[in-house]
């Protein structure tokens, strides 16, 4: 049996824990006056914050020279898809109790909720095609369908940007999070730009020999 290395098995604790924590937590009835919305807002903190691990992954491998940082970007991701997952089920199943009336006229005037499904439409393949006979299969068109993230990531921040209650344009609200959110994934795809990670790997290069 291949031994599981430290970062693998905090990958797969810290991908199981905060599903064990919302069940128990809802059992508890300690999820809020409003446990759907609770459910809402912390599968989808969960989602986004695995999807921008696992982009994290490519920059921060090459940089910092941490080759094992590439084998843990796949189960970042589907750990990250699992949770958009559940924060889709919760909306239409717990939030609107399969009532797809609604749903339709609802997300025909709620900016969020199209972005959100646009974000979860294209997440839907990246999922599907993160198995081995998948990347195989489909060779170099696999990494340019995986270049999907740099459109999915940016949609997500709108996405929680827009949901957050209060004003964008006026920036009232609880802005902070979904900015600091967006300026990490910001930087994230920045240091993935060929010239700046080449600079920074020759840095760290020069610097640790
Ligand atoms: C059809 C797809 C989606 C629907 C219907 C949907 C629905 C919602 C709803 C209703 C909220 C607001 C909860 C509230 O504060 O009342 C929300 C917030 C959020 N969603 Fe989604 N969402 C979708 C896709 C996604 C995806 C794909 C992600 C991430 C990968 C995501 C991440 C978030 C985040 C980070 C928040 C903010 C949570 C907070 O306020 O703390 N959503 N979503």
């Not at 599968?43 to 910092?64: E, K, R, W, Y």
């Not at 199209?114 to 060779?139: E, Q």
Request: net charge positive; aromatic share 12%.
């Amino acid at each position: 049996m291949k031994k599981l290395t430290l970062l693998q098995a905090g990958v797969h604790l810290a991908g199981w824990i905060p599903l064990a924590q919302i069940i128990l937590d809802y059992f508890a009835r300690r999820l809020t006056a409003n446990p759907i919305q609770a459910i809402e807002q912390r599968t989808g903190i969960q989602a986004l914050t695995f999807l921008m691990f696992s982009l994290a992954c490519t920059p921060l491998g090459s940089v910092l020279g941490w080759k094992e940082l590439y084998l843990r970007r796949k189960a970042l991701g589907n750990y990250g898809f699992m949770y958009a997952a559940i924060h889709l089920a919760t909306f239409v199943g717990l939030d609107y109790g399969f009532d797809f009336e609604t749903i339709l006229r609802d997300t025909g005037t709620k900016w969020y909720i199209m972005i959100g499904l646009a974000a979860f439409l294209l997440l839907l393949p990246l999922a599907v095609t993160s198995f081995k006979y998948w990347m195989k299969r489909l060779g170099k068109n696999w990494k340019r369908l995986h270049r999907m993230v740099y459109v999915i990531s940016p949609l997500v921040i709108l996405h929680f940007l827009l949901s957050v209650k209060g004003d964008l344009t006026r920036l009232q609200g609880n802005l902070v999070q979904p900015i600091l959110y967006g300026l990490i994934v910001g930087l994230m795809l920045v240091l993935r730009i060929p010239s700046i990670k080449n600079g920074l790997i020759g840095l760290r290069t020069r610097l640790l020999g």
